[in-house]
Nanobody
């Protein structure tokens, strides 16, 4: 059965960096579109970044130039490198996997990222 496990969240000061990891099992990882979403308290879930099997990426406007999504198909793992973090980046970050070109099918349990001094 498919499973996505996020790690790497935590508390960081404004301007700092974090790297999130999403370890996948039970899926043919290299075929899937992988994405990171986030949801802050009282707000709707939003797309942070997506990477498809070819390696092409797209980002939410609020994180362009600061966040980088990547994947290692040999390790069945997706990553989100987050730099220049701001307090408004505080949210629970979720990893997702979807069939090519389709909505996410599988979700991780989420990892909390808090940006605060």
């Amino acid at each position: 059965q498919a499973q996505l496990v996020e790690s790497g969240g935590g508390l960081v000061q404004p301007g700092g960096s974090l790297r999130l990891s999403c370890a996948a099992s039970g899926i043919t990882f290299w075929l899937f579109d992988m994405a990171w979403y986030r949801q802050a308290p009282g707000k709707q879930r939003e797309l942070v970044a997506r990477i498809i099997s070819s390696g092409r990426t797209n980002y939410g406007d609020s994180v362009k130039g600061r966040f980088t999504i990547s994947r290692d198909n040999a390790k069945n793992t997706a990553y989100l490198q987050m730099n220049s973090l701001k307090p408004e980046d505080t949210a629970v970050y979720y990893c997702s996997a979807g069939f090519p070109g389709r909505e996410a099918t599988y979700w991780g349990q989420g990892t909390q990222v808090t940006v605060s001094s």
